[in-house]
């Protein structure tokens, strides 16, 4: 069983950076995808970014295209999300998310395991 915990959310104003954290532990985490969602009040889950299991590949949401970032480090276990130039609407719940499989995918259905989420906060 795989398990996902992000850290690094917290308050930040407009403009700012933060960079969270998605470590991953249980199985053979290396080759998994691995994915970034975020979800704020009442709306649906939003994609954010994915990475392939080489990190080589890489695909961003529309909405943080030249501002996010997403790496990893197997080594570590773990899969960062850079976030630049925050905007209020960035607020949300975001989740870190896993699969079995070695490609990208923006759709939350194509993800088997998830984290239990960090709040990031953007004050304007």
């Known amino acids: 069983q795989v398990q996902l915990v992000e850290s690094g959310g917290g308050l930040v104003q407009a403009g700012g950076s933060l960079r969270l954290s998605c470590v991953a532990s249980?199985?053979?985490?290396?080759?998994?995808?691995r994915g970034w969602f975020r979800q704020a009040p009442g709306k649906d889950r939003e994609f954010v970014a994915t990475?392939?299991?080489?990190?080589?590949?890489?695909a961003y949401g529309d909405s943080v295209k030249g501002r996010f970032t997403i790496s990893r480090d197997n080594a570590k276990n773990t899969v960062y999300l850079q976030m630049n130039s925050l905007k209020p609407e960035d607020t949300a719940v975001y989740y870190c998310?896993?699969?079995?499989?070695?490609?990208?995918?923006?759709?939350?259905?194509?993800?088997?395991?998830w984290g239990q989420g960090t709040q990031v906060t953007v004050s304007s």
């Open positions: 998310a896993g699969s079995d499989a070695t490609g990208v995918s923006g759709s939350p259905n194509e993800y088997t395991y």
């Open positions: 249980g199985r053979a985490y290396r080759y998994y995808r």
């Open positions: 990475i392939n299991w080489s990190g080589e590949i890489a």
